[in-house]
C-alpha cells in the first residue's frame, strides 16, 4: 500500500466551493483510501491506497456540484518537495510551496515585471517556491501564480508543508 498526498485547490475560500473535511473522508474511504487523515480545511488529505486515485475531481463534483482540481502526490514525491525547498532558514509564514498539476512553462518576464522586490522565488520541478517577506496578502505575483507558470497550482505555506511532513507517518498517527 502507498501513502499519498492530495491537494485540494480553490476550497473552502471565501465561502465558497465548501468541502468540509469531515464530510470527505468517509467519501474517501468509500474509494479503497485508508487511514485517512485530513489537515485543516483549506483540503490536505493524507491516505493509503494501492494505487494513486484518479476521480477525486469528479467525486467532489457529485458530492459537493463544484469540481476543483486536486495534486495527488505520493509520499516520497512530497518529501523531495521538501527537501528542494531553497528558502529553509525563513519563517513558516514567509515561504509558500505552490505545487503544480504538470511541469510549469513559466513566463519569467511576466513574473520578474509583477513580483515585488521583497519576493524571491525558485521553480525547482513541479513546485513554484515563493518567499513573500511581507506576506502574500496584496502580491501580485500570487494573485497572477498560474498565469505566470501555465499551469494549475495550489500554495499552502511552510507551516502547513511541515505539519503534512509531521502526519505521513501514518502507521504512527492515531486513526482520525
Known amino acids: 500500500m502507498k501513502t499519498f498526498i492530495a491537494l485540494f485547490r480553490g476550497i473552502n475560500v471565501g465561502g465558497r466551493n465548501k468541502l468540509p473535511m469531515?464530510?470527505?473522508k468517509p467519501l474517501l474511504e468509500q474509494q479503497d483510501c485508508q487511514n485517512v487523515i485530513t489537515y485543516i480545511q483549506t483540503g490536505n488529505?493524507?491516505?493509503?491506497?494501492?494505487?494513486?486515485?484518479?476521480?477525486?475531481?469528479?467525486?467532489?463534483?457529485t458530492h459537493f456540484g463544484f469540481k476543483p482540481d486536486v495534486m495527488i502526490l505520493t509520499k516520497d514525491d512530497f518529501l523531495q518537495a521538501v527537501?528542494?525547498?531553497?528558502?529553509?532558514?525563513?519563517?513558516?509564514?514567509?515561504?509558500?510551496?505552490?505545487?503544480?498539476?504538470?511541469l510549469p512553462s513559466p513566463n519569467f518576464d511576466k513574473i520578474d515585471a509583477i513580483k515585488a522586490t521583497s519576493e524571491n522565488y525558485r521553480i525547482i520541478e513541479h513546485v513554484?517556491?515563493?518567499?513573500?517577506s511581507e506576506g502574500i496578502g496584496r502580491s501580485k505575483l500570487v494573485t497572477n501564480v498560474e498565469k505566470c507558470l501555465n499551469v494549475a497550482a495550489t500554495g499552502r505555506n511552510l507551516n502547513t508543508v511541515?505539519?503534512?511532513v509531521t502526519l505521513l507517518d501514518i502507521e504512527k498517527s492515531p486513526k482520525i
Do not use: W
Request: charged residues 20%.
Open 22 to 24: 469531515k464530510d470527505l
Open 45 to 61: 488529505v493524507i491516505f493509503q491506497r494501492d494505487n494513486a486515485p484518479d476521480n477525486l475531481s469528479n467525486l467532489v463534483e
Open 83 to 102: 527537501a528542494n525547498n531553497p528558502f529553509t532558514t525563513y519563517a513558516g509564514k514567509e515561504v509558500h510551496f505552490y505545487f503544480c498539476k504538470a
Open 162 to 164: 511541515s505539519k503534512l
Open 128 to 132: 513554484f517556491y515563493l518567499h513573500a
